[in-house]
């Protein structure tokens, strides 16, 4: 069936990840929102990540992010919760990395159902992490940012400084 605004098969929520160090995607495919979903992506996500480093995971501001279950689990697991401003998803410096998923398997596509969608998702998330950036890329790719970030004396993340 072609996309409509009845939804009469319902909608799936993909939950994201990338692992900036790793240049490495992966995400989970779930019925809905909610705190119950919610959780179940972000353990998925530490499952991925099984040391005990501090993981930092930017989400945007849904309430279901925010509920007790989910912060009293993530203070157990050394996962930080970082939360994006309200209407500003371009703030998120992950989301591009999902343009290309968006690109070659949602956009201009007539899937059946969302189980061909849901088998779709990851086997693209496997070709694109098997064709994933050399680890010494990356570290020269961080490098020059982190040159250019201290000409400007700026730090990510934080506003420019005005001139006096």
């Not at 979903?37 to 930017?58: G, W």
């Not at 930080?80 to 201009?108: A, H, K, M």
């Not at 693209?124 to 790719?141: E, F, H, I, M, T």
Request: glycine content about 6%.
């Amino acid at each position: 069936m072609r996309a409509n605004f009845h939804k009469s098969t319902g909608v799936r929520q993909f939950h994201g990840c990338y692992s900036v160090g790793d240049d490495l995607l992966f995400g989970t495919v779930l019925e809905k929102k909610g705190a119950v979903n919610t959780l179940t992506a972000l353990k998925q996500i530490r499952a991925q990540r099984p040391d005990a480093k501090t993981m930092y995971v930017i989400l945007d501001n849904l309430s279901t992010h925010k509920g007790g279950k989910i912060r009293t689990w993530c203070a157990t697991r050394a996962v930080e919760l970082c939360f994006t401003q309200t209407y500003s998803s371009w703030t998120n410096p992950i989301e591009c990395q999902f343009g290309p998923l968006r690109e070659f398997v949602l956009n201009n596509s007539d899937h059946p159902s969302h189980l061909v969608v849901a088998k779709r998702i990851p086997a693209y998330l496997a070709w694109r992490n098997a064709n994933a950036k050399p680890p010494d890329v990356l570290a020269g790719q961080r490098k020059e940012r982190a040159r250019i970030r201290s000409e400007r004396q700026r730090r990510w993340g934080r506003p420019a400084t005005r001139a006096a």
